[in-house]
């Protein structure tokens, strides 16, 4: 696996521990001169604290030691709450140079918590390791984008590593190995990924490179399919297979024009098959490429017309 530089980081046992009264100095207002504490206020009593406080070292571990967390009972640490004024729990806070630097009351999502680390570390002056991944990712679409598609896959291979379920990583890794034209092995990536992260957009991009990429290989030459389509231009089984090739030869604007005219001819025949592939090209796509833009804009104005 390639080395992408980024440290493993601390044991979770130095990352995240139980404070006290005793130990709150010590803990987190001396500690936070170096690297920001979030302090986790909580109670043995309190329903949020037990689904938050496991989401929030989640995100601290994650975060490989750019930040750290202190757990503190407010029932055995009332002094400390007072001081701090807080009013209900569960409260989190995050110290920096010994001052509180930000901070939130009750339960939260998973992304607003994520978000929440992350905004700690930059405020600290840090980088989180979301940071450093995405900068990674980009870097192999650039190889992807070159035509070096070995070296992309090494490389959203290593990121995946680091974080098994980053969305960009894993649909950057299939679509490297359909551009090495390694079909199998991409809808093997795809089929393995994780749940959570199935019916993101980067992998909904990528199952539909893959459909085109498996078209591709049964797609007729161009021009003996124009041919066809200009000796009959009812014959809607030949625009399409017309369709299917000239996005195959690398031309989507013209298979999108092609597949547009199917439907306004007839927009269910087969099914609707016209209006299935201009959907599986838009996918493929960006959602700012200009094909989609203006493929979508004609789509929608046969359809409300």
């Not at 729990?89 to 009750?106: E, L």
């Not at 990712?137 to 974080?163: C, K, N, P, R, S």
């Not at 749940?195 to 021009?223: F, K, M, N, T, W």
């Not at 399919?225 to 013209?254: K, N, P, Y």
Request: proline share 5%; glycine share 8%.
């Amino acid at each position: 696996m390639m080395d992408l530089g980024l440290s493993a980081g601390p044991a979770d046992a130095d990352l995240i521990k139980d404070g006290s009264e005793a130990t709150f100095m010590q803990d987190v207002i001396e500690a936070s001169q170096t690297v920001p504490i979030i302090v986790d206020f909580w109670a043995p009593w309190c329903g949020p604290c037990k689904t938050l406080g496991p989401m929030l070292e989640d995100a601290v571990k994650a975060a490989k030691g750019a930040v750290r967390m202190v757990k503190v009972n407010v029932d055995e640490a009332q002094m400390i709450a007072g001081q701090l004024q807080i009013q209900s729990i569960p409260t989190v806070y995050a110290f920096f140079k010994g001052q509180p630097v930000d901070g939130f009351q009750g339960a939260l999502p998973g992304s607003e918590i994520t978000a929440f680390v992350e905004r700690v570390i930059k405020a600290a002056g840090g980088e989180a390791p979301g940071d450093s991944l995405n900068e990674a990712v980009a870097a192999a679409e650039e190889m992807l984008t070159e035509g070096a598609a070995v070296d992309a896959a090494q490389t959203f291979a290593a990121i995946l590593g680091e974080d098994p379920s980053h969305a960009g990583a894993y649909g950057g890794l299939v679509r490297a190995h359909i551009a090495m034209d390694d079909l199998d092995q991409a809808e093997a990536i795809l089929n393995g990924a994780p749940a959570e992260i199935s019916e993101s957009a980067e992998l909904e991009a990528a199952h539909a490179q893959l459909q085109l990429a498996r078209q591709a290989a049964d797609a007729g030459p161009v021009a003996e399919l124009r041919a066809a389509v200009e000796a009959d231009e009812t014959d809607l089984q030949a625009r399409f297979d017309l369709a299917q090739a000239l996005h195959a030869s690398g031309d989507a604007e013209s298979a999108v024009d092609e597949l547009l005219e199917i439907f306004r001819r007839d927009r269910e025949w087969n099914e609707g098959a016209a209006k299935e592939q201009l959907f599986t090209i838009f996918d493929a796509l960006k959602p700012n490429d200009p094909v989609v833009l203006n493929g979508r804009r004609k789509l929608s104005s046969m359809i409300f017309a």
